[in-house]
């Protein structure tokens, strides 16, 4: 086996040694799990719950300069959207909008995500789940309380000590997530609790994982459940060094000292909150402003059906007015024709913009239900505010569905409207790709042609976005949801010099 140098003076296997860059991998893989869907090892011999591969997933350099771009346009989509729900409050823009947002949240969260101290708050990190079809790059959704941050960052590092150069580079997105928190904050080297819930407790590995690389970083920045806070008038405090994590029993160190906090990064959704121990006073702590909360708390930047009011015409006017032609155009390119499944009568002469069933405009839900197997290529899936509104749950693939089950579907997702809204969306046959991975079965590396789905992480410093890294998620090319799998290739992302046509 041929071996190469790293930086902390180890051997690391050749480029050209698939299979032993493969084992090194796993043998030097973090310890706990940063994986959240599988925890179980693929094989007795695997330390992972996915499948290895000895290379990063490449990416030609116009793709990758694609991505690098796209981070200020979806910024500016956020912004926007935020923009749009304000003047819906205020009935400068429909009133529909803000009532589409609204209908079911609790008044208390309602009331505090149109504060006037924060109505310019916006999320500091953002991560679509992007496909590339035929046509280019499609958006199925933006997270902005995404996992992956811990997971992505410490294999950049481990790819990184194999010679590779991924974007962002091998501490990109913890550089990137330093510099967010310290904008939030609004002072250098302010405090910082990642706070998990336990909800979200599948991803405290990656998320401790993070704090602690931070720290190695000189920044003050700690991963805590809910209960290890303290409140005090004077503010938040958190132990130093964080809390033990969801599935520890010890309990937090009564001795660590306690260190006041300036930015909460709230990494659970808020359709949990009544579920977060210690959330009303984190609340509290934000009102008084001992505290900034990020993201912030505003419900109407957590919903999908903002997709649907991208390609609405009545509000096409809006969309180039607040982010100019140019860009308006490149999102509308990038984000799917999506529609809010509303179960509300339309008026006869009305019909539903854009979507028709066999060449005949849409002007009743029920008329889905008359669509052939092969003309359901569309996604139904929760909007927001609800626990099936991420990781690929809730979502149900038209044509993947017997008839019987599609009409379910639709009826069910029209009866939850006034609590959760569902949408659905033009279902996007991705390109395939072909990545290496290592079967410890046959001790050999072996191909797997594939569909692929990537997720670049943006940070927001003021007005600068960072592309901190980029993840792809590769699965076997029977599987049509993509997503973290004991089947799936998981790597970071990194560029290769050749010739490809720019997505935008």
């Known amino acids: 086996m041929t071996t190469t140098s790293n930086e902390s003076g180890g051997r690391v296997p050749a480029a050209d040694d698939s299979a032993s860059r493969a084992l090194w991998l796993n043998a030097h893989l973090p310890a706990g799990s940063l994986y959240s869907d599988a925890k179980r090892p693929l094989h007795p011999q695997s330390r992972a719950s996915w499948r290895l591969s000895p290379d990063p997933f490449w990416l030609p350099s116009d793709v990758a ?253 809006f969309w180039t007015n607040e982010l100019t032609s140019a860009v308006f155009e490149r999102v509308r390119a990038v984000v799917p024709q999506t529609w809010i499944l509303d179960p509300r009568p339309v008026p006869p002469h009305a019909t539903i913009p854009g979507l028709t069933v066999s ?17 359901r290529r569309l996604v139904i899936k929760p909007s927001g505010f609800a626990a099936t509104a991420w990781g690929s749950r809730g979502v149900r693939i038209g044509h993947d569905l017997p008839e019987a089950e599609w009409v379910e579907a639709i009826g069910a997702a029209l009866e939850e409207f006034p609590k959760t809204r569902h949408v659905l969306q033009r279902f996007h046959a991705t390109k395939r790709a072909t990545v290496q991975w290592y079967d410890f079965d046959s001790r050999t590396v072996r191909p797997m042609v594939g569909r692929a789905r990537l997720t670049p992480y943006y940070f927001v410093a003021g007005d600068k976005v960072t592309l901190g890294g980029a993840t792809a998620t590769v699965v076997p090319i029977d599987k049509k949801l993509i997503h973290g799998m004991v089947d799936a290739v998981m790597v970071p992302c990194a560029v290769r010099q050749t010739e490809s046509a720019d997505p935008s």
Request: net charge negative; charged share 25%; aromatic share 10%.
């Open 359 to 375: 060449g005949v405009p849409l002007h009743d839900w029920r008329q889905l239900h008359m669509l052939g197997q092969k003309e």
């Open 65 to 317: 300069g694609y991505l690098e771009r796209l981070g200020n346009d979806l910024l500016a989509l956020y912004r926007a959207i935020n923009a749009l729900y304000l003047s819906s409050v205020r009935g400068t823009q429909p009133r529909w909008v803000a009532d589409y947002f609204d209908l079911g949240r609790p008044d208390s969260l309602v009331d505090y995500g149109r504060l006037n101290r924060t109505r310019r708050a916006l999320p500091g990190l953002i991560r679509p789940d992007l496909f590339l079809t035929d046509e280019g790059f499609v958006a199925t959704e933006l997270d902005s309380v995404p996992g992956g941050i811990g997971f992505g960052s410490s294999m950049a590092r481990l790819y990184a000590e194999l010679g590779v150069t991924p974007i962002g580079g091998a501490d990109g997105m913890v550089d990137g997530f330093i510099a967010m928190v310290t904008a939030t904050a609004g002072r250098e080297a302010p405090t910082v609790a990642i706070v998990v819930s336990d909800e979200s407790g599948d991803y405290w590995d990656e998320m401790a994982w993070l704090a602690a690389a931070c720290r190695s970083r000189g920044a003050s920045i700690h991963a805590v459940r809910p209960d290890a806070i303290t409140f005090r008038e004077e503010g938040i405090y958190v132990p130093q060094g964080g809390s033990p994590g969801p599935r520890d029993d010890t309990p937090t160190d009564p001795h660590a000292p306690l260190l006041q906090v300036h930015v909460i990064y709230r990494f659970f959704e808020l359709y949990d909150i009544k579920n977060v121990p210690k959330w009303e006073l984190m609340l509290y702590a934000a009102k008084k402003q001992k505290v900034v909360i990020t993201p912030p708390v505003k419900s109407y930047l957590e919903e999908k059906l903002a997709f649907a009011l991208v390609h609405h015409p009545l509000l096409e006017r």
